[in-house]
T-cell receptor, first 114, second 114 residues
Framework: NAGVTQTPKFRVLKTGQSMTLLCAQD?????MYWYRQDPGMGLRLIHY???????AKGEVPDGYNVSRLKKQNFLLGLESAAPSQTSVYFC?????????????FGEGSRLTVL | AQSVTQLGSHVSVSEGALVLLRCNYS??????LFWYVQYPNQGLQLLLK??????LVKGINGFEAEFKKSETSFHLTKPSAHMSDAAEYFC????????????FGTGTRLQVTL
C-alpha cells in the first residue's frame, strides 16, 4: 500500500544542472500536483495535472516543467537549477477535484542547489 | 481568489491544555476549508474539512474546527493536547467550483511541553 512515492528523497545540485523528480501513485487518481514548501511560505502549487496527458501551471511555475505521460506518474523537471529552487518538493494526488476531496501527499524531496 | 491567514507561526502548549490554532480566510465565493497536519519529515495528511455541511467539523485525533462565516474564521481546536500532537498544521481554502485548487496558509508549528 505505497500511496504516493517520490524519488529521489534528497538531491544536491550545482547551479545550472538539470534534474527530474518522479512521483508515482498507485491509487488510480486522476489529479496530481507538485508543490514546493519553503519556510514561512507554506505550500505553493507549481504545476498540476487533471488527467493523463494534461498539465497546467500553478502559482509558481517558472523554471519548472512537468509531464504526465502515464496516469500513475507525474514528473517535475528543472532544466537549469538555480539557488532559488532550493526547497522541499511535495507531490500529491487526489481522486476527486481538490476542493471536495482529500489530497494524498508523498513524503517530500529535499533539493539543495549550490 | 481565495487566501488564508494563519495567526501565529509557532504555538506552544502544555500537555493536557487546550489547543487553539487560528485561521482566517478570504474568499469571493463560498469556501471549502481544510486543516492538514505535517509530522516531521513526512508529507501532509488531511485532518478535517468543511464543505458547506455542518459548521462544526470533527476530524481525526480529537481535533475539531468551526466554520464562522461572520468572522471568516475556521479555527482548529483540541480540548487536551498530547505530546504526539506536536507537528505543523496548515489551513487551506478552495472555492466551490470544480476547477478550484487548494491555497495553503503559511503553517503553524505546534509544540507540546510536559
Amino acid at each position: 500500500n505505497a500511496g504516493v512515492t517520490q524519488t529521489p528523497k534528497f538531491r544536491v545540485l550545482k547551479t545550472g544542472q538539470s534534474m527530474t523528480l518522479l512521483c508515482a501513485q498507485d491509487m488510480n487518481h486522476e489529479y496530481m500536483y507538485w508543490y514546493r514548501q519553503d519556510p514561512g511560505m507554506g505550500l505553493r502549487l507549481i504545476h498540476y495535472s487533471v488527467g493523463e496527458g494534461t498539465t497546467a501551471k500553478g502559482e509558481v511555475p517558472d523554471g519548472y516543467n512537468v509531464s504526465r505521460l502515464k496516469k500513475q506518474n507525474f514528473l517535475l523537471g528543472l532544466e537549469s537549477a538555480a539557488p532559488s529552487q532550493t526547497s522541499v518538493y511535495f507531490c500529491a494526488s487526489s481522486f476527486w477535484v481538490p476542493n471536495t476531496g482529500e489530497l494524498f501527499f508523498g513524503e517530500g524531496s529535499r533539493l539543495t542547489v549550490l | 481568489a481565495q487566501s488564508v491567514t494563519q495567526l501565529g507561526s509557532h504555538v506552544s502548549v502544555s500537555e493536557g491544555a487546550l489547543v487553539l490554532l487560528r485561521c482566517n480566510y478570504s474568499s469571493s465565493v463560498p469556501p471549502y476549508l481544510f486543516w492538514y497536519v505535517q509530522y516531521p519529515n513526512q508529507g501532509l495528511q488531511l485532518l478535517l474539512k468543511y464543505t458547506s455541511a455542518a459548521t462544526l467539523v470533527k476530524g481525526i485525533n480529537g481535533f475539531e474546527a468551526e466554520f464562522k462565516k461572520s468572522e471568516t474564521s475556521f479555527h482548529l481546536t483540541k480540548p487536551s493536547a498530547h505530546m504526539s500532537d506536536a507537528a505543523e498544521y496548515f489551513c487551506a481554502v478552495s472555492g466551490s467550483g470544480t476547477a478550484s485548487k487548494l491555497t495553503f496558509g503559511t503553517g503553524t508549528r505546534l509544540q507540546v511541553t510536559l
